[in-house]
């Protein structure tokens, strides 16, 4: 039986609260007078404050309860939330996740000096808190003030759900003077008593002039385990006695010294009320949209079983084709759709929306802007476009260069958009969007655009390229992904090393993916990704070259035709007519080295890599294939034209051809005008 580390559970809920907590703060930037903002931040920094002291993270329940007093302000209407404010807020965040994560390496200066300027910044000089009166002194004060009669009836379990009824009185003392008379007719005798059900009720008598809101926000986190009854007292109603005045129930003790479960008062977080009624017209399909949190480790086991399942079954159906058997064919047709259904089933529970790494940069351009006095807007697009896990995990590193790149190098600064007769804000727009099998990614700006004379020049400088010689725009831009090839004037600490766009290259490539470059001077950059939708599994074309078989991803293919001897020549290149199109062609045979004599009747497949396209000329189609991916070897890292290798039924290997490379290889015929040839 595998134990779970209460610790870890803490670590992961942390994590997507303080995924909630910098998009609050953020918005916050754009829309500071967003009250449902500024709610959603005090509910994540509360429940991160009362989980961390249920769980033992002491230091995090103090520091999140300096943040969270020191944020109340805001909370209150009292301040405006500005952009030195938020920043504070956001290394105040970046701070508790260190001091979760990796407790060792923080320093509590850095922490102490983070609250001293964010106390600097809620509390302006001069400005000082009046400490209220005493109650006794000032009796005929009281007089005059309104309040509220309430009657406070919480579930039995809410101490079970880590809930401490007194110091939410506590906290309801706070609004100001009030009495409380615990009601005690429920509690049953000692030998029944369960001392983890709450017996008891409460009436208060609260003497503030606050607004009922400010009583449903002490509840607002057990609004759905408790009742509630509010009724405005009169003003001519006489004053409690002073003797009659409760003082605060409990000072508030140090995380440290407080049980858990009286830690974890602060743990719950339903919805404001507006929300709850909305959620309880859900409930009936509350079942329906459940979640369960699962470990990626069995995610990617489970995958790794299906991948074997589809062996199997390719292999039961080469079996299965070869029997005249009944029986047999029927049993593996089942089984093939089984597996297939099973293999959907789990590639969809691997698929998530790759909105959950668009966000992860919102943070990086708010940084990137401030530190380089650069204004820029963060659009993002195709958030629900979906993407496996892996692919997500991957992802994250070559858009970080990308979005630094364009912001570094393409974005101008102000007076430089200015005398361009642009606007002041740059501008950066990520979206993703689905082209069949594939997963588009773009990163657009509307900066400069990229100086392609520069970068030929340096190409020519670092001797990658002949001077003088013959070379598209395209293929000039390329030179950019060249490891330690970079244009910049001066080494920072952002760029100028040639390294990050060579990291974006390799790492694509190797998640089976090719990288376009559109720019247009003076009016920006676009950096399209285009990724498989998977790492595991495809569907592919298997084709014979040969004495050998192929995978051709399926997504990278158009059509299929028969090679005709009235294919067009010109110059020693082959090309194809296709509708009056000409495509370029490769005859695989000749780029493997293929043994024997080709078949009489070829085929030529037509596939695309982007705006591309090249033919490729086997001997035989054999048909679909749904593909098991498996890596190859260090020993064959050299070897470019081929991704990968999968399982065929029959027991053998089908390397896998990528298309990309394959079509590098013909793209000197596409460049030629054929008109030349003419």
């Known amino acids: 039986m595998t134990t779970l580390d209460p610790a870890e559970i803490f670590r992961q809920e942390a994590s997507e609260l303080f995924d909630v907590l910098e998009g609050a703060l953020l918005d916050l930037g754009v829309r500071p007078d967003d009250r449902e903002l500024v709610d959603t931040a005090f509910r994540a920094l509360h429940t991160i ?58 320093d509590s200066i850095i922490g102490e000096a983070i609250l001293d300027d964010l106390h600097r910044l809620v509390e302006p000089e001069g400005h000082k808190q009046v400490e209220a009166a005493p109650v006794a002194s000032a009796p005929a004060a009281m007089a005059a003030r309104v309040g509220w009669q309430l009657h406070i009836e919480f579930d039995n379990d809410i101490l079970r759900n880590g809930s401490n009824p007194l110091d939410l009185l506590d906290d309801l003392g706070k609004l100001g003077a009030c009495f409380v008379m615990a009601l005690t007719d429920d509690v049953p005798f000692l030998d029944e008593l369960d001392p983890e059900h709450c017996f008891l009720k409460w009436d208060v008598t609260l003497h503030s002039d606050c607004e009922r809101s400010a009583i449903d926000d002490v509840f607002i986190f057990v609004q759905d385990e408790m009742k509630l009854d509010c009724t405005p007292l009169a003003a001519t109603e006489a004053p409690l006695a002073a003797t009659e005045l409760a003082p605060p129930l409990q000072p508030e003790m140090p995380a440290a010294d407080r049980h858990p479960q009286d830690a974890a008062a602060d743990a719950g977080h ?21 979640t369960v949190r699962v470990q990626a480790e069995r995610l990617d086991e489970l995958m790794d079983r299906v991948g074997e399942l589809v062996i199997a079954q390719a292999r039961l159906s080469q079996l299965a084709a070869a029997t005249d058997d009944i029986s047999i064919k029927a049993i593996a047709e089942e089984i093939e759709r089984l597996a297939a259904s099973l293999r959907d089933t789990t590639m969809g529970a691997r698929m998530v929306p790759i909105g959950s790494l668009f966000g992860r940069f919102r943070r990086l351009v708010h940084d990137l802007s401030r530190d380089l006095d650069k204004p820029v807007d963060f659009v993002t697009s195709g958030e629900d476009t979906e993407l496996d896990k892996t692919m997500i995990e991957r992802l994250a590193d070559p858009l970080v260069h990308l979005i630094r790149n364009a912001i570094d190098h393409g974005i101008e600064d102000t007076a ?155 110059r020693g290149r082959d090309f194809l007519n296709m509708r009056g199109d000409l495509v370029p062609f490769l005859r695989l045979r000749n780029l493997f080295d293929a043994a024997g004599e080709p078949d009489r009747h070829q085929k030529i497949i037509i596939a695309s890599s982007g705006e591309t396209r090249v033919g490729l000329i086997v001997d035989q189609i054999i048909g679909s294939h749904q593909s098991v991916i498996k890596s190859l070897s260090k020993l064959h890292s050299e070897v470019t034209m081929f991704s990968g290798a999968t399982i065929l039924g029959d027991g053998s290997a089908a390397l896998i051809l990528d298309v990309a490379q394959l079509i590098a290889a013909g793209q000197g015929l596409a460049d030629k005008p054929l008109k030349e040839a003419a």
């Open 270 to 290: 339903p919805a404001p009320a507006a929300e709850r009624k909305r959620e309880e017209a859900k409930r009936p399909d509350d079942k329906a949209n459940a």
């Open 49 to 106: 404050k009362g989980s961390g002291a249920m769980f033992g993270f002491d230091e995090v329940a103090s520091f999140t309860h300096e943040f969270e007093t020191a944020f109340d302000r805001v909370r209150k209407g009292e301040i405006k939330p500005n952009q030195d404010l938020i920043s504070v807020a956001l290394a105040a965040k970046d701070y508790i996740r260190t001091l979760i994560e990796a407790p060792e390496t923080t």
């Open 416 to 570: 430089s958009r200015t005398a361009a007769a642009k606007t002041d804000v740059g501008r950066i727009e990520i979206a993703a969007t689905h082209a069949g099998a594939q997963v588009l990614v773009t990163v657009r700006d509307n900066g400069a655009g990229l100086n392609t004379a520069r970068i030929r020049a340096k190409a020519e400088e670092q001797g990658l390229l002949a001077p003088g010689a013959v070379m598209s725009d395209q293929d000039v831009h390329q030179f950019l992904f060249h490891p330690g090839f970079s244009t910049a004037q001066t080494v920072s600490a952002l760029s100028g090393r040639g390294v990050g766009m060579d990291v974006v290259k390799r790492t694509i490539e190797a998640m089976r993916g090719s990288i376009d470059i559109s720019t247009a001077p003076g009016k920006g950059t676009t950096v399209t990704l285009r990724l498989p939708l998977t790492l595991a599994i495809i569907e592919g074309l298997l084709i014979r070259v040969g004495e050998g078989r192929y995978i051709i991803p399926l997504s990278a293919v158009e059509e299929c035709a028969e090679l005709s001897a009235t294919d067009e020549r010109a």
